[in-house]
């Protein structure tokens, strides 16, 4: 069942049985670049990341991120939703996708989609977004969607900076 629909998308929930698309994507390599390496390294792994990541947050906080699939096909091509980390004070977007499904226009259609579900439905204000500061694509498609730059920061427990983004 569909959360979000956009003309070509459908974001659902993850559950275990989506395993073998997340062990495939947490492991390629702008994934391991950009966002890091989670360790998952099987489908025990990967069901393990599902259960303890986005289904945590779908029971805790009533969002997460979800599973892109086109819509026709049903076909996983990416990630895309709301996370709440504890080093930050509000909510942020985040996305990823196969790399055969990038510049295409589907992370903007999703990211577009979960912003609008986040105001309208979840009536979040703010919104905001980490990124690596090499992550030209990542970067553009933010300042796309409307997120402005704000700060360099550091997460917490992390070596590497990020930049932050935000809503006006």
């Given at each position: 069942?569909?959360?979000?629909?956009?003309?070509?998308?459908?974001?659902?929930?993850?559950s275990t049985k989506d395993a073998p698309f997340i062990?495939?994507?947490?492991?390629?390599?702008?994934?391991?670049?950009?966002?890091?390496?989670?360790?998952?390294?099987n489908l025990a792994d990967a069901r393990n990341y599902?259960?303890?990541?986005?289904?945590?947050?779908?029971?805790?906080?009533?969002?997460?991120?979800?599973?892109?699939?086109?819509?026709?096909?049903?076909?996983?091509?990416?990630?895309?939703?709301?996370?709440?980390?504890?080093?930050?004070?509000?909510?942020?977007?985040?996305?990823?996708?196969?790399?055969?499904?990038?510049?295409?226009?589907?992370?903007?259609?999703?990211?577009?989609?979960?912003?609008?579900?986040?105001?309208?439905?979840?009536?979040?204000?703010?919104?905001?977004?980490?990124?690596?500061?090499?992550?030209?694509?990542?970067?553009?498609?933010?300042?796309?969607?409307?997120?402005?730059?704000?700060?360099?920061?550091?997460?917490?427990?992390?070596?590497?900076?990020?930049?932050?983004?935000?809503?006006?």
């Amino acid at each position: 069942m569909c959360v979000l629909q956009t003309d070509r998308l459908c974001l659902h929930q993850l559950s275990t049985k989506d395993a073998p698309f997340i062990l495939a994507l947490l492991n390629t390599p702008g994934w391991l670049e950009f966002i890091g390496d989670r360790g998952v390294r099987n489908l025990a792994d990967a069901r393990n990341y599902i259960l303890n990541g986005p289904v945590a947050s779908y029971n805790q906080r009533g969002f997460g991120l979800y599973l892109v699939t086109l819509t026709e096909s049903r076909l996983p091509i990416g990630l895309c939703g709301l996370l709440k980390r504890e080093s930050l004070a509000d909510v942020d977007i985040g996305f990823a996708f196969m790399p055969e499904y990038t510049r295409q226009g589907y992370a903007y259609e999703a990211a577009s989609a979960v912003l609008t579900y986040a105001r309208a439905t979840l009536d979040l204000k703010r919104i905001v977004a980490i990124t690596a500061p090499g992550n030209q694509r990542s970067i553009s498609l933010l300042e796309r969607l409307g997120l402005r730059y704000k700060a360099i920061i550091k997460l917490a427990g992390q070596t590497e900076e990020s930049i932050l983004y935000e809503t006006s």
